[in-house]
């Protein structure tokens, strides 16, 4: 634990002290160093990093290694071309994690009207070391933010083609795609997130059951509601919804931008429940 606070404690300093200094918006000293950080972890560090690095920790020559078609193009491109010039997994880490890391600072950077204290959410609310665990997820997810933009611009086909790139990390990005309509149809927020909720009751059973039958490694999906640890979760991330709303009505925030981004969460929030 000491390790991570004290980057948290190194970064979050950093960006303070060159606001006040500088008055400038720091971005490329917390980036390295949470690249940097993410790059040293020791294969054992996570519950699948073992199985990312296992072709660099068995010293495989690029020549043999070989496609599957059950893990994502885009992925297996990236691992390809990294062992065809190196076989320590610390490039694929610090390689996908200077991905991971530049795509959610510069969404934050953009958007955030407090710099510091999001970047401190974005490390200590486990969205920084989500791909510690989940790689091909946590790169899937990270591409995605980098679509924001174009979703509050009703910029579809950018939007559609950075969904595009994200599931060839990992395919679940293709269900970001509805959301785009969800966001910009003009319909009360209200009205959108219950046609959301009632849509996801009648489909995501469906949804889940056919990926899960049609790749091995999604079987686990269809059982997620069998796991305490996925109830905790989507408490949390309910809760933290249940609060901006709140937080929204009491100080009468009507900026559209922000308004959108708040039926986005509550949209994905309210879709995972059933």
């Known amino acids: ?21 500088l008055n400038r918006t720091s971005f490329w000293l917390p980036l390295i160093i949470l690249t940097v950080f993410a790059g040293l972890r020791s ?12 072709n660099f920790n068995s010293q495989l020559n690029a020549e043999y290694f070989r496609f599957n078609e059950d893990i994502e193009f885009g992925y297996q491109l990236l691992e390809y071309a990294l062992l065809r010039m190196t076989t320590h997994y610390f490039w694929l880490l610090v390689i996908t994690s200077l991905i991971i890391v530049y795509c959610y600072l510069r969404a934050i950077k953009k958007y ?25 997820q946590g790169l899937a997810m990270a ?8 979703l509050l611009e009703k ?20 269900f970001m795609i509805p959301f785009y309509f969800i966001v910009n149809l003009r319909v009360k927020p209200l009205y959108k997130i219950l046609a959301t909720f009632l849509g996801s009751l009648l489909v995501s059973g469906i949804l889940v059951a056919y990926i899960s039958s049609t790749n091995d490694r999604y079987e686990g999906y269809a059982k997620a509601s069998d ?6 979760t989507l408490g949390f991330y309910t809760a933290i919804m249940i609060l901006i709303i709140l937080v ?16 986005f969460y ?4 309210v879709f995972i429940i059933p």
């Open 155 to 174: 910029r579809f086909i950018a939007y559609l083609l950075i969904c595009a790139i994200a599931s060839l990390f990992h395919v679940t990005a293709l």
């Open 1 to 21: 634990m000491l390790p991570y606070l004290l980057v948290l404690s190194l970064v979050i300093f950093w960006i303070v002290l060159e606001k006040k200094s």
């Open 227 to 232: 796991e305490a640890g996925g109830f905790l």
């Open 43 to 54: 294969y054992r560090v996570g519950t699948d990093t073992g199985n990312y690095t296992r």
């Open 112 to 136: 955030s009207v407090n710099y510091w204290f999001s970047v401190f959410l974005f490390i200590t609310l486990g969205v920084y070391t989500f791909s510690f665990n989940g790689l091909r």
């Open 248 to 263: 929204s009505y009491l100080y009468k925030i009507k900026d559209k931008e922000f308004q959108k981004l708040i039926t």
């Open 266 to 269: 509550a949209s994905g929030v």
């Open 143 to 150: 591409i995605f933010t980098l679509a924001i933009p174009y």
